[in-house]
């Protein structure tokens, strides 16, 4: 058996710090097998760089996964081939980096990761997701039946079909981007583990990570505002997901959820 854990998007400093705080606190990372967490919000809660996505590899974390803002910042490109980055699969075919990456577990057993974007309220100058998976699903299943595939979307319905779509496919499809964890976590009929948002690592008292009273003016005034990652404790919320290192089949997926965390 093969023991994952995927943490939902992490938010600036803010999440960082929830990061560290929680892998020397609260998770003994050497537990785990294969450890992935979306760092598309990693550099002040839009974007990443080369430090901020050292940082996170330092304290643990195998593979980061992106998603709408993954070339939010121009220091992306320093990192963006990285063998422990993944940018979205169906970005249009000659923009850099990988859309997935092949990765071993500690014991050796091969696992691919894959990231995909949806397109429901998010960009438009994307390729089809469904489509874009499946090109290329055949070639991966060739070397490994363990797979984890990020969907970064807004629309719950989006994230519902393409659990199903790949139900049976892969080992697990897990939702991020809307910061705010669901609570159908679940195996699909088939086989795969399911949930379709993890949530985020941030500011536990902040509008999906960022400060409440620049969120607040922006909805009220109808203008443009700064925004920035707010303060104080956090909250972790990520996925163990349990899989069957031969047929790749989800055996358990678990949401792990510590609220009001820091430095106590």
Known sequence: ????????????????????????????????????ANGENLAGGKGITKSVFEEIISYGV??????NHTFSRKEVMEIINHPQLIRPLNYPEGNPGEGYRFVKTKNGVEIC??????RVFTIECIDCPFRSVAKVLEAIKER??????DFHAEATSEKNAIGYFLDGKVSAVVG??????????KILPNG????SDVGMCGPQHSVIGLEIETVLKRFLLGIPQKFSV?????QFNAVEI????????CLEINQIIYENIGNE
Do not use: Q
């Not at 707010?230 to 956090?234: E, L, M, T």
């Open 1 to 36: 058996m093969i023991d994952i854990l995927f943490i939902g998007d992490i938010i600036g400093e803010t999440g960082r710090e929830c990061i560290k705080f929680v892998f020397s606190n609260k998770i003994d990372v050497a537990e785990y097998d294969l450890i992935i």
């Open 113 to 118: 990761v894959i990231n995909l974007l949806g």
């Open 62 to 67: 195998d593979i980061v996964t992106l998603g």
């Open 192 to 195: 795969t583990g399911y949930i």
């Open 242 to 249: 349990k899989v069957n290192e031969t047929d790749g089949r």
């Open 230 to 234: 707010a303060k104080g404790k956090c």
């Open 144 to 149: 490994t039946n363990v797979v984890i595939v």
């Open 176 to 185: 991020t981007h809307t910061h705010v964890p669901t609570s159908d976590c």
